[in-house]
T-cell receptor
Framework: DAKTTQPNSMESNEEEPVHLPCNHS???????IHWYRQLPSQGPEYVIHGLTSNVNNRMASLAIAEDRKSSTLILHRATLRDAAVYYC???????????FGTGTRLTIIP | EPEVTQTPSHQVTQMGQEVILRCVPI?????FYWYRQILGQKVEFLVSFYNNEISEKSEIFDDQFSVERPDGSNFTLKIRSTKLEDSAMYFCASIRTGLNTEAFFGQGTRLTVV
């Protein structure tokens, strides 16, 4: 399985943007970049995904490097409810399982 | 919004007993999964299920475990002869088609083996 590397933890102030990085230098051409988050005592929750182009949805934006070896999840205005563990996961065609790493624990400071 | 439902939310069982964890995936989804998360650790893949058969399983998913989709709506995980180390949160997930869609997770079943 292709591997991703994320910082163990990050902090951000409430109402400020948050940039969560992910390195995936061994990504293959058929790997999609998915982001999930896990709020305390809940199941993982889909955030966003992309292949090559930057993506936006109501929750976040995903910026993908031109060489696709890294990506950044952007929360435009963090709230206390965004405190969670964020996982960057590569999903390959024909192998749709999600392989979770340790993720980034995001703490929001009021 | 569609959701994956899991029952029970918490199950306590004695070591050596069999447990069945139940999941109702989203109705038009085709791929189904079980994951587990031991307290304080990462989410681990157990098994994936497609077209009424296991498509992939991890090394954790040994003969102690089995999955079934008995009636076209429920998706169950059976753990035979439970051990203390089976205590964990178990999450069910489903995906509608292939890779370019999101996975929906249930809220999990907390299994405590005593």
């Amino acid at each position: 399985d292709a591997k991703t590397t994320q910082p163990n933890s990050m902090e951000s102030n409430e109402e400020e943007p948050v940039h969560l990085p992910c390195n995936h230098s061994t990504i293959s051409g058929t790997d999609y970049i998915h982001w999930y988050r896990q709020l305390p005592s809940q199941g993982p929750e889909y955030v966003i995904h992309g292949l090559t182009s930057n993506v936006n949805n109501r929750m976040a934006s995903l910026a993908i490097a031109e060489d696709r070896k890294s990506s950044t999840l952007i929360l435009h205005r963090a709230t206390l409810r965004d405190a969670a563990v964020y996982y960057c996961i590569l999903v390959n065609f024909g192998n749709e399982k999600l392989t979770f790493g340790t993720g980034t624990r995001l703490t929001i400071i009021p | 919004e569609p959701e994956v439902t899991q029952t029970p939310s918490h199950q306590v069982t004695q070591m050596g007993q069999e447990v069945i964890l139940r999941c109702v995936p989203i109705s038009n989804h085709l791929y189904f999964y079980w994951y587990r998360q031991i307290l304080g650790q990462k989410v681990e893949f157990l098994v994936s299920f497609y077209n009424n058969e296991i498509s992939e399983k991890s090394e954790i998913f040994d003969d102690q475990f089995s999955v079934e989709r008995p009636d076209g709506s429920n998706f169950t995980l059976k753990i035979r002869s439970t051990k203390l180390e089976d205590s964990a949160m178990y999450f069910c997930a489903s995906i509608r088609t292939g890779l370019n869609t999101e996975a929906f997770f249930g809220q999990g079943t907390r299994l405590t083996v005593v």
